[in-house]
């Protein structure tokens, strides 16, 4: 049978696969060539290369990257706060992808599409995709997220961070009385959305994966003494708020009392770090090493992965990462969401501050306890965690048998953002 015609909507170029979205909107892509003709629209902040436009080409049949510009991109959210429009929408829409994806369904109507975050959704809501079919990843309930940052910041912000949780709910639930399918990061998630939401459409927790070739441990092991330094790593995107405001907590609070047991230090790995973050690098035993073209020969020097935030919605990529190289993790509950690994076996959950000084120095002090939660992490992401493996929920879902889904207008969201 003739491969179907799949719109693909993301509201990041998915290349290179170097923060936690796009990880998964690569993988899906590449997943979903493998059965589908993609044309994929997305939009960017950042400079987009020529060799990375390429590499992503490879896996479609047409691609229109929408550069979003600050000025115009800060006007549409200036405009969005005296309407209804949640910022998130105002800020990734993009005038000439709505004339692209509309070009293209006119010269060969789209079977389906395949809405990577909510943010990406209202390009549908014309007309001209009126009975196209939807398959949203939501990935995580954005609302959630904005919900408890309004509840961690002052005025003005947490006004604004309100604000948004309102009108970004507002968004998920019309998604979820539409959708042919919604998605999410997790079962967890999953439930979050079926109890903040009520959908009436299907919902599924479809996890993340790993490439477990490209993460791996090295060949060869070096013996690490009792009482040798101990490297911590963290990696992730530097500005981002959850982590950094989890490596503000770890470095000022947690590094001095490491800092008493033994000679640990730790490595900060990631895009973009922020002045805050930067900062981090006056403390002792701590270096802010920013970004890097490959994290894995820092996973691969560490003695031990850490992810110590207090917020984070869905499974956290930078983990099964970690795991995957066959380090020992230790993890809060929050970044422990969504990986179903045996805590004290395959990775370390600590809760507060005693947990993670307690955990740190035991494992520290035993390389044969690292020796053996790395190997059992790593075992547990081959198993468990292939791409490949992970994703066949959702390929399963849009090759079913399509129905007509309708897309609502601009008045129920709006209707919808008052409530």
Same mark, same amino acid.
């Given at each position: 049978?003739?491969?179907?015609?799949?719109?693909?909507?993301?509201?990041?170029?998915? @290349?290179?696969?170097? +923060?936690?979205?796009? %990880? +998964?909107?690569?993988?899906?892509?590449?997943?979903?060539?493998?059965?589908?003709? %993609?044309?994929? #629209?997305?939009?960017?902040?950042?400079?987009?290369?020529?060799?990375?436009?390429?590499?992503?080409?490879?896996f479609c049949k047409r691609v229109h990257v929408a550069e979003l510009s600050k000025w115009p991109r800060r006007f549409r959210a200036v405009?969005?706060?005296? #309407?209804?429009?949640?910022?998130?929408?105002?800020?990734?829409?993009?005038?000439?992808?709505?004339?692209? !994806?509309?070009?293209?369904?006119?010269?060969?109507?789209? &079977?389906?599409?395949? %809405?990577?975050?909510?943010?990406?959704?209202?390009?549908?809501?014309?007309?001209?995709?009126?009975?196209?079919?939807? %398959?949203?990843?939501?990935?995580?309930?954005?609302?959630?997220? /904005?919900?408890?940052?309004?509840?961690?910041?002052?005025?003005?912000?947490?006004? !604004?961070?309100?604000? *948004?949780?309102?009108?970004?709910?507002?968004?998920?639930?019309?998604? #979820?009385?539409?959708?042919?399918?919604?998605?999410?990061?997790?079962?967890?998630?999953?439930?979050?959305?079926?109890?903040?939401?009520?959908?009436?459409?299907?919902?599924?927790?479809?996890?993340?994966?790993?490439?477990?070739? @490209?993460?791996?441990?090295?060949?060869?092991?070096?013996?690490?003494?009792?009482?040798?330094?101990?490297?911590?790593?963290?990696?992730?995107?530097?500005?981002?708020?959850?982590?950094?405001?989890?490596? !503000? /907590?770890?470095?000022?609070?947690?590094?001095?009392?490491? +800092?008493?047991?033994?000679?640990?230090?730790?490595?900060?790995?990631?895009?973009?770090?922020?002045?805050?973050?930067?900062?981090?690098?006056?403390?002792e035993g701590v270096e802010v090493v920013g970004e890097v073209p490959d994290v894995r020969p820092y996973l691969h020097s560490a003695d031990?992965?850490?992810?110590?935030?207090?917020?984070?919605?869905?499974?956290?990529?930078?983990?099964?990462?970690?795991?995957?190289? #066959?380090?020992?993790?230790?993890?809060?509950?929050?970044?422990? *969401?969504?990986?179903?690994?045996?805590?004290?076996?395959?990775?370390?959950?600590?809760?507060?501050? *005693?947990?993670?000084? &307690?955990?740190?120095?035991?494992?520290?002090?035993?390389?044969?306890?690292?020796?053996?939660?790395?190997?059992?992490?790593?075992?547990?992401?081959?198993?468990?965690?292939?791409?490949?493996?992970?994703?066949?929920?959702? !390929?399963?879902?849009?090759q079913s048998t399509p129905r007509a889904s309708k897309i609502s207008s601009i008045e129920s969201f709006e209707t919808k953002s008052q *409530?």
């Open positions: 049978m003739p491969r179907q015609n799949l719109l693909f909507l993301t509201h990041r170029f998915p @290349y290179p696969p170097n +923060r936690g979205d796009r %990880i +998964r909107s690569y993988n899906l892509l590449r997943v979903l060539d493998q059965h589908f003709d %993609i044309s994929l #629209g997305c939009t960017t902040d950042e400079p987009v290369s020529s060799e990375q436009k390429q590499h992503v080409q490879q405009k969005a706060l005296v #309407g209804n429009q949640s910022l998130t929408e105002a800020m990734f829409n993009a005038p000439s992808l709505h004339q692209a !994806i509309t070009q293209w369904h006119a010269e060969q109507a789209f &079977d389906q599409a395949v %809405i990577f975050c909510s943010s990406m959704y209202p390009y549908l809501r014309n007309e001209h995709f009126k009975s196209t079919p939807a %398959i949203v990843d939501l990935v995580d309930v954005d609302s959630e997220k /904005w919900h408890q940052m309004s509840k961690e910041h002052s005025f003005p912000m947490s006004l !604004i961070y309100a604000r *948004e949780a309102k009108t970004v709910r507002a968004i998920e639930k019309v998604i #979820g009385h539409n959708a042919k399918l919604v998605t999410l990061v997790s079962d967890e998630e999953a439930k979050l959305y079926r109890d903040r939401c009520e959908p009436t459409s299907p919902v599924r927790g479809v996890s993340n994966g790993v490439d477990t070739t @490209y993460f791996a441990p090295l060949p060869t092991e070096t013996e690490v003494s009792p009482t040798a330094t101990i490297q911590l790593v963290f990696t992730g995107v530097l500005d981002y708020s959850p982590n950094v405001e989890g490596m !503000i /907590w770890f470095c000022q609070k947690i590094m001095p009392k490491l +800092r008493h047991h033994g000679d640990f230090r730790l490595k900060v790995v990631g895009r973009r770090p922020n002045s805050a973050v930067r900062n981090l690098d006056q403390i031990i992965a850490i992810s110590p935030l207090k917020l984070a919605r869905g499974i956290q990529n930078k983990v099964l990462e970690a795991m995957a190289c #066959g380090l020992p993790t230790v993890v809060t509950p929050q970044s422990a *969401e969504g990986i179903d690994a045996s805590p004290g076996n395959e990775f370390w959950i600590a809760n507060n501050l *005693e947990d993670w000084v &307690d955990t740190l120095c035991r494992l520290a002090d035993s390389p044969a306890l690292r020796d053996k939660t790395g190997t059992a992490a790593r075992k547990l992401v081959e198993s468990s965690y292939s791409w490949a493996a992970k994703l066949s929920k959702f !390929i399963d879902a849009v *409530e």
